[in-house]
């Protein structure tokens, strides 16, 4: 079974890490993201049946995160074309 330790940690800290990252940062970390998911196994073995893949589900928590702050920059961007 695979680990997740570079994904562990609060959902605010991983949250400030997005938003102090720029556009082009967000959607390498998405592809990122993406690319791992793709090789990830859905279920694993864990006493004797097979769970979710933890590692899965922090991925795709992150990448929820990392969508969130990428409509929010695209709704900043449009809002400041529309004041301008």
């Keep these: 079974m695979s680990h997740a330790p570079n994904l562990a940690g609060s ?11 720029s556009i ?5 970390a ?3 993201i993406e690319d791992r ?3 990830l196994p859905t279920l694993v073995p864990f ?4 769970v979710t893949n933890p590692e899965r589900r922090l991925l795709l928590r ?3 995160l990392v ?3 990428l409509r929010r ?5 449009r809002s400041s074309l529309v004041t301008h």
């Design 47 to 50: 006493g004797g049946r097979l």
């Design 24 to 28: 082009r940062e967000l959607i390498g």
């Design 30 to 32: 998405l592809s990122a």
């Design 67 to 69: 969508i969130a702050s």
């Design 11 to 21: 959902t605010e800290d991983t949250a400030q890490q997005l938003s102090s990252m």
């Design 37 to 39: 998911l793709r090789h």
């Design 73 to 77: 920059r695209r709704a900043a961007l």
């Design 62 to 64: 992150r990448q929820r």
